[in-house]
């Protein structure tokens, strides 16, 4: 979207298309902010919206998204960090989301924790060094009858184990390593 | 048969073996209720058995405070936290917010007037725990005597009490963390 | 929209159905979708297409059929056969087998008269499984719409309160409290402006129920709270879900969107004065926004912490006005009791605990999934005739229930009856129905330790208790689960329990110590068997103190020296 | 308003039916500890060092938010009170630096006071040693946030008197933390008019005003008093539980 914004000469209509800022994703976000009137109480839909248009939340977009609702910044930032839903760093080229619901728990998720964390050298809830691969820990992704559960890439596999879960994030690995 | 009492320094600055000192001539007087059987300012290696009240200064910052605590503890019948620094771990676990290297470093390289390096392998130096750690973390503890340093007043006060066989009741007055 | 519009529609509808050769119907909840139910529906309707019989036979998605461990699971909606495990090559043969030769795939068929099927009751589930979960038309078609239209143009919002408090519904977020009551004190409220909120924010590890509700029968939600607006005095709904549900939050979108279309939802609701709006407001991962307060702050764009009650959120709630919340399940239970009657409602389950109760059972057990029961069914009839037991060779230890606030129930009250005062009596909660069983391969000290984890995690950080006691309570556990613990670390551990269950402010930490609570109680050995005890004074034998020598040196400190010196 | 009659550890007493449990109690001199609550400023009743009991229900109130009702029979200083009292300062003391011998507000600290109250001799649960951040960017101030309590005072003051909203909290459970504006240095803040009152408000050695030695600083909290009284009790401002 933001490459609308290059080269062609620009007329009026254009100009006015387009968000001051030079970055039309922002006309989105701003379309977000509009239906709720701009108001304070709506922070948690806007966060939401400038995360799935964006990504993850930039001490910049926070900052805009402050302004526009009249709220203090703390504020913005203190709601943005309360919520695990909220990233503020962007996410690694992949997403391994481990379920540690009871049912996944009570049918080993713990050793493929431990597992997957060893062999990324990385934690829970954070991204490799590369910025390959992002960690995360669910809840519970509600598929307990497929226990213990992951979501990796945005599909649901089920029925994991330590060793099937490590073949997944290695295959990403050795992708990289191709590249 | 007079009550056996030993003190000892752990990981601490002395000063409340110092603030022990400043009881002054009532010294003279403990010294007739008691026996002295180890303390840093009685000439005695080894720390003996059978104790009845062993203070004890500092926190537990190295492996010789820790195997010392041991001893301590199977010998003692009453053991003192004595002072902020065995009760809480005070001044000398400030440095726990910090990486254990970088405690060393500071201390032994950066700091270093001459010949900098950090002392270790060598087995007279004590290797520095990852945390200093308060007393009662290592071993039970039967009483807390607050300061930094508790005063001659606090002191006289508990160590009295002990002698008695009984345990101080602090009142809010010698209940005085800082 | 009038209440003969309704019945039209219906008629409409089920005329449509009656028309068809047959439906095939697939589980389109999370579950199944993720063992592959769309790419089944697909070679379903491909083999149908190949037959020329996508006309006659309809295939449609529908909710949790609840045998999830079995997925992708579908049923032949003329003689109700279901199947489980149809992939594509499945699918394409039921078609075949089934619909064009009459001949059922044993294989993959289920027996539905096995008790799994056969021992629920299903009002809350009712349609889940059976129609079209994005078609409102199937759920007018089935009855939908009618309660809320006989309550808006028949009933008093005082006789609708009242027919609650007959039937003797209690909320099934996990407190119980009487439902009835609650919409009596919201409607007495004086304000110009009150809310209904349903509670959506199923946060309890290993539950699932309020998603398959949602995924399944998003409309009777609607009604359910469309009802409740009526009898309170509220024109605005708010459904808090969790992000973590996102085909809920599609269909749930979708419904309302059919619905305002109706003008079932909107303004002059049935032509009457009644006006009443729903929006979604959806949850950003925060298990304490499932408390009450919390839910509200965060519904404002908060930090979800939670406040202290009184005053409770039916006389100042959202933006200050009195505001009615009610779990999914609570609502999904209102339009049948206005259709059935309070007499019919009561009538199931225990006097005290009436009507029926949703569990997700999960964990060590042969048929994971979704189930409905009557209230006061014995817990064994769960595990082992609707469960099938645990899986073989394992031996049945503790069933879980309510989650991280509830408690671990063992084997020798296996008799004990599923209703609220039963399970309080052993520790644990009724919950939001999440029924985890665990099998002789589970430490309890883990089990306790991993809630801790959780509560831990969770913990908004507003109260102290709460704050910094799951910290210390999580250590304790995990010095002791390592076998470093002493009999001293057991003490302080339950007196911080205890002090954490007291003092904090909101139901996530006053019920965190629940599981720790529960599993001392039946499983202390587990915890004991790990301890050791703290070091004390070693007398010497010695009479004479004087003689003693010097103690044990560094180099001989194995604790038991000094008195063989002697 | 209706006047209405209740009793407190023994007392009878009357008081008026919007007061809640800790104003009437401290126009009574019956003691109760708190830590979060601030003549002045909205409560939130997060320390839960004010809870007692009342009779008729198993639960704990905390004195602050809770109103008095006809009848009601309090009890304020009860084993089980004390008790837990004393585990949360331990708690607290447990969570961060709390070490008096080197703050600059030592023997003038609320929380110290407060440990002494309920005879702390020691905490039992082992020391968590968070690393958290000082920032002295602030011409006039430091902020140690390993000697917060996290009682939000100064969040509560900056928004409700002061009007400006610098502090917020970030983070949630034992990560809470409190930030400025977008969690920058407070010397860059760009709401913060340096005002100063977080500094005062502040029960402990956490936000202390620069050029303090250990043990000068004496903070002050009256002054709140008179800015509230002179505003006519905050009409005006939100006062739904801000922090």
Same mark, same amino acid.
């Given at each position: 979207m933001a490459s609308t914004t290059t080269s062609r000469p620009p007329d009026s209509r254009e100009a006015a298309q387009r968000h001051p800022s030079g970055d039309n994703r922002f006309k989105l976000l701003d379309r977000t902010i509009t239906k709720h009137h701009n108001?304070?109480?709506?922070l948690i839909e806007v966060l939401h919206a400038a995360q799935g248009i964006f990504g993850y939340l930039e001490n910049d977009l926070l900052i805009y998204i402050a302004r526009a609702l009249r709220l203090p910044l703390s504020r913005v930032y203190g709601v943005a960090t309360f919520y695990h839903f909220f990233s503020l760093k962007p996410s690694g080229k992949h997403t391994f989301v481990l379920c540690m619901g009871t049912a996944c728990y009570v049918k080993g998720a713990a050793v493929i924790h431990k597992e997957v964390e060893h062999h990324c050298q990385c934690k829970f809830g954070e991204t490799t060094a590369d910025g390959n691969v992002s960690l995360v820990q669910a809840r519970c992704v509600g598929s307990c009858g497929l226990a213990p559960v992951a979501v990796v890439d945005g599909q649901v596999a089920g029925k994991l184990t330590a060793a099937s879960s490590l073949d997944r994030i290695k295959q990403w690995q050795d992708e990289e390593v191709t590249r | 048969m007079k009550p056996r009492v030993a003190t000892v320094w752990l990981g601490g600055c002395s000063g409340c073996h110092m603030s022990f000192l400043d009881m002054d001539e009532r010294l003279i007087e403990l010294a007739g209720r008691m026996d002295?059987?180890?303390?840093?300012?009685?000439?005695?290696k080894e720390f003996p058995r059978d104790v009845d009240v062993t203070l004890v200064e500092g926190a537990v910052t190295n492996d010789e405070n820790e195997e010392m605590a041991h001893i301590i503890r199977r010998n003692s019948r009453f053991v003192v936290s004595f002072g902020d620094c065995a009760v809480s771990g005070n001044v000398t676990a400030l440095r726990n917010g910090f990486d254990k290297e970088d405690v060393l470093r500071r201390a032994y390289v950066e700091l270093a007037d001459v010949d900098p390096q950090i002392p270790r392998d060598h087995p007279t130096i004590a290797e520095l725990m990852a945390k200093a750690r308060p007393l009662h973390e290592i071993i039970p503890v039967d009483a807390f005597l607050h300061g930094c340093p508790p005063t001659a007043d606090q002191i006289w006060f508990a160590v009295s009490e002990l002698l008695e066989g009984r345990m101080p009741a602090f009142s809010p007055v010698y209940l005085r963390y800082g | 929209m009038t209440t003969e519009d309704l019945h039209e529609l219906a008629e409409k509808e089920t005329d449509r159905q009656r028309q068809l050769r047959d439906r095939i119907l697939y589980c389109a909840a999370a579950g199944c979708v993720s063992c592959g139910s769309h790419a089944t529906r697909d070679a379903i309707k491909k083999a149908l297409k190949e037959r020329n019989l996508e006309k006659e036979v309809e295939v449609l998605g529908t909710g949790c059929m609840g045998l999830c461990g079995e997925g992708p699971l579908v049923k032949i909606s003329s003689d109700g056969s279901v199947y489980e495990r149809v992939d594509e090559e499945t699918g394409r043969r039921i078609v075949e087998e089934h619909l064009c030769e009459g001949r059922k795939v044993g294989a993959h068929l289920i027996d539905t008269s096995q008790p799994f099927f056969s021992s629920q009751q299903k009002i809350v589930l009712e349609h889940c499984g059976k129609i079209n979960a994005e078609s409102i038309d199937e759920y007018i078609a089935a009855g939908g719409y009618g309660a809320l239209a006989r309550v808006v143009t028949e009933m008093q919002p005082q006789d609708v309160i009242e027919e609650i408090r007959k039937s003797g519904l209690r909320g099934r977020g996990g407190a119980g409290y009487p439902t009835g009551l609650k919409w009596g004190i919201v409607r007495k409220a004086k304000s110009e402006q009150k809310y209904a909120v349903c509670?959506?924010?199923?946060?309890?590890?290993?539950?699932?129920m309020d998603r398959s509700v949602l995924e399944g029968d998003p409309h009777r939600i609607l009604e359910g709270m469309a009802i409740a607006g009526y009898a309170v005095g509220a024109n605005q709904g708010y459904i808090y879900i969790r992000a973590e549900y996102p085909l809920a939050i599609e269909r749930l979108k979708l419904a309302i969107k059919q619905a305002e279309r109706l003008g079932l939802l909107g303004n002059r609701i049935f032509e009457s004065d009644f006006n009443f709006r729903i929006d979604l407001r959806i949850g950003a991962g925060a298990f304490v926004c499932g408390e009450e307060t919390a839910l509200l702050r965060s519904i404002q764009g908060r930090r979800g912490r939670p406040r202290p009650r009184p005053p409770y959120p039916s006389e100042v709630g959202l933006w200050g006005m009195p505001t009615l919340i009610n779990n999914v399940e609570t609502y999904a239970n209102v339009a049948p009791i206005i259709n059935r009657g309070s007499a019919w409602f009561a009538g199931i389950g225990t006097p005290k605990s009436t009507g029926t109760k949703v569990f997700a059972l999960a964990g060590a057990i042969r048929n994971t999934g979704l189930i409905e029961v009557p209230m006061g069914i014995p817990l064994r009839n769960i595990i082992f005739d609707i469960g099938g037991g645990t899986p073989e060779g394992t031996e049945f230890k503790a069933a879980q229930t309510g989650g991280p606030s509830g408690g671990c129930i063992p084997?020798?009250?296996?008799?004990?009856?599923?209703?609220y005062e039963s399970l309080a009596t052993v520790g644990s909660i009724m919950g939001s129905g999440g029924l985890i069983v665990m099998d002789s391969t589970s430490n309890m000290v883990e089990v306790a330790k991993y809630f801790m984890d959780f509560c831990m995690d969770e913990s908004c950080g507003k109260c102290i208790p709460c704050r910094v006691g799951t910290v210390h309570i999580y250590g304790l556990l995990d010095t002791i689960s390592r076998g470093k613990g002493t009999t001293d670390d057991l003490a302080l551990l339950e007196e911080l329990c205890v002090m954490v269950k007291e003092t904090s402010l909101c139901g996530l930490g006053q019920s965190a110590s629940n599981p720790v609570l529960s599993t001392l109680k039946f499983f202390r050995h587990e915890y004991t068997d790990l301890l050791s005890k703290p070091e004390s004074f070693v007398p010497s034998v010695s009479p004479d103190p004087a003689s003693a020598g010097p103690a044990d040196g560094p180099a001989a400190n194995d604790g038991h020296d000094s008195t063989t010196h002697a | 308003m209706a006047i209405l009659t209740l009793t407190i550890d023994g007392e009878q007493l009357s008081a008026n039916d919007d007061e809640t449990l800790l104003e009437i109690a401290r126009q009574h001199d019956i003691a109760i500890p708190t830590l979060c609550h601030l003549e002045g400023l909205s409560d939130v009743g997060s320390c839960r060092l004010c809870l007692v009991e009342i009779e008729g229900s198993q639960k704990l109130f905390p004195a602050c938010t809770t109103r008095a009702q006809e009848g009601m029979v309090v009890r304020t200083k009860t084993e089980r009170l004390q008790r837990n009292r004393r585990m949360i300062i331990e708690l607290l003391a447990s969570e961060g630096n709390h070490q008096c011998a080197v703050c600059v507000v030592n023997n003038h600290c609320e929380l110290q006071n407060l440990a002494y109250e309920v005879g702390l001799t020691h905490t039992r649960y082992p020391y968590l040693y968070p690393k958290k951040r000082l920032d002295a960017s602030h011409p006039d101030f430091i902020i140690d946030r390993n000697r917060c309590v996290l009682c939000t005072r100064c969040v509560r003051v900056c928004h409700e008197?002061?009007?400006?909203?610098v502090w917020d909290i970030a983070q949630r459970g034992i990560h809470c933390e409190i930030i400025s504006d977008m969690d920058q240095p407070w010397g860059t %803040?760009? %709401?913060?008019? %340096?005002?100063?009152k977080c500094v005062l408000v502040c029960p402990t050695g956490a936000l202390i005003a620069k050029g303090e030695n250990v043990a000068e600083m004496e903070k002050k909290t009256d002054f709140l008093k008179y800015i509230v009284t002179a505003r006519v009790k905050r009409e005006w401002i939100n006062t739904d539980g801000e922090e």
């Open positions: 108001s304070g109480d709506a | 002295l059987v180890y303390s840093p300012i009685a000439d005695v | 509670n959506a924010d199923e946060g309890d590890p290993g539950a699932f084997a020798e009250h296996l008799d004990l009856p599923v209703d | 008197v002061e009007g400006a909203h %803040s760009p %709401s913060c008019t %340096s005002c100063g």
